[in-house]
Structure formats: structure tokens, C-alpha cells
């Protein structure tokens, strides 16, 4: 399980601003019961030149982590379908595809564990609300598309265990298939009425272009790989 560095910071920079704000962040507390499990649970790797964190599988404390929210992960690819459910049975079918819970749900986890963190410090409970599983669902959602593109990118032939969406459905209706994903999740943000989200969320979605659009050009030999990471996601 694979956590790329500038990944992890943007998903809980989300968390941060998504329905709870900055400040409670800030808190010692809240933000040493999430990074303090993280640090523990996770240590540093180098994988094809880039600087990446791996989990190791299982161990107790990330293993509480997923318990922590099994429930709040165990609901959301049946809400994300439903979000993604067009009157065009073919677009919701083909926009369903990945949404079938075999991914690692790593990027929800993180923001529900943040979410449940600082609502416990700040509200003496942890709950998660609406808006934090909005959150929730968004970086899975961007996270999907991401990955919709990235097969038609790369000519993939499958994907979690089946076969990828552009060799079932062509490339074509496939780049659709991602742009719809990410029309749903940020018309879905922008009910949430926090401009700061929606902000955030338009910088990332550009970060991810910019880094994509970067990664096409490299032909950097391995000992430049890295310092190319860095440019392209810390830019």
C-alpha cells in the first residue's frame, strides 16, 4: 500500500478545511492522535526514484485506525454510485465501474480519521459529519477519475483485478467517463457552501494536471527521477 508524500499532505489538507476548519487542525491533540498513528504505522520506502510512505499490513495500531471507521468506509462506494447515476444507463454503468469497493479506500480513511480526530477534541465526540464525509467521498471520486484517465494514459490492460474501462468501453467514452466522475464530485462540493473547500479543490485538480502533464515529458534518467518528483508535486 503505496501513499505518495504530497498525496497524504493534500488529502489532509482537506480534512483540514472540509467542515471543521484550520485552527482545530492546529490542535496538539487532534493532529498528534492522526499523524502520531501515521508515523507509527507507516515508515519510508523509495520505490522507482520517488519518496513514497508504505503501510505495513497488518500491524495493531493501523489496523485500530480501520476499525475506527469501517463503518463510515463500508457505505461509501454504494453513496459514490449513487452520486454518479445518470439518466443515460451507460454513462452510470461505466462511471460505476471502479466503484465496486475492491479499492484500498486509503484517501477517505485518512480524512474520516482526521474528521473523527478533531471532532473529538473539539465536540468531546467522535462523529463524523456531513460535510467531512462529503470530503470523503470527493478525494475518492478524484482519486477514481484520476485513475480512469491514468488507464488511457498508459494503455492499461486491467485494473484491480478486472479489466481496465478503456479496453472494455474504448478510450473514448472512457475520457468522458472520468470527466463526468469529476463533474458529479465537484458539483457535489460546491453544495457544501465552503468556499475555501472549493478553492482547495480547484488547486488540486490543477496540481493533478500540472503533474500528469509534467510525467509525459520525463525522460530523466533514475538519479533525476526524484528531483523531478519534487518539482511537479511540490511546485
Not at 64 to 88: F, G, K, M, P, W
Not at 182 to 201: G, Q
Request: glycine share 6%.
Amino acid at each position: 500500500m503505496r501513499i505518495v508524500l504530497s498525496d497524504l499532505g493534500r488529502v489532509l489538507r482537506m480534512a483540514c478545511v472540509g467542515g471543521f476548519g484550520v485552527r482545530q487542525f492546529r490542535c496538539v491533540p487532534a493532529k498528534e492522535l492522526l499523524l502520531g498513528t501515521l508515523r507509527t504505522s507507516l515508515r519510508h520506502c523509495s520505490s522507482g526514484g520517488a519518496t513514497v510512505l508504505r503501510a505495513p499490513i497488518p500491524t495493531e495500531r493501523f489496523q485500530y485506525c480501520q476499525d475506527t471507521v469501517a463503518c463510515d468506509v463500508q457505505r461509501l462506494h454504494a453513496s459514490i454510485r449513487d452520486e454518479v447515476t445518470s439518466n443515460l444507463c451507460s454513462l452510470s454503468e461505466f462511471s460505476q465501474y471502479y466503484f465496486d469497493g475492491n479499492g484500498k479506500m486509503l484517501r477517505p480513511t485518512i480524512v474520516f480519521l482526521m474528521a473523527r480526530a478533531c471532532n473529538q477534541h473539539s465536540m468531546r465526540k467522535s462523529v463524523l459529519l456531513d460535510k467531512q464525509y462529503t470530503v470523503g467521498q470527493v478525494s475518492e471520486m478524484i482519486h477514481t477519475a484520476s485513475l480512469v484517465h491514468d488507464d488511457v494514459i498508459d494503455n492499461a490492460e486491467c485494473r484491480r483485478g478486472k479489466t481496465a474501462i478503456n479496453k472494455k468501453w474504448g478510450e473514448r467514452k472512457t475520457i468522458l467517463v472520468g470527466d463526468y466522475i469529476l463533474a458529479r464530485c465537484t458539483l457535489k462540493l460546491a453544495r457544501t457552501r465552503h468556499p475555501e473547500l472549493v478553492e482547495l479543490l480547484s488547486r488540486i485538480l490543477e496540481d493533478l494536471v500540472h503533474g500528469e502533464f509534467m510525467q509525459l515529458g520525463n525522460r530523466e534518467e533514475n538519479t533525476d527521477r526524484f528531483a523531478h518528483y519534487i518539482e511537479k508535486s511540490f511546485r
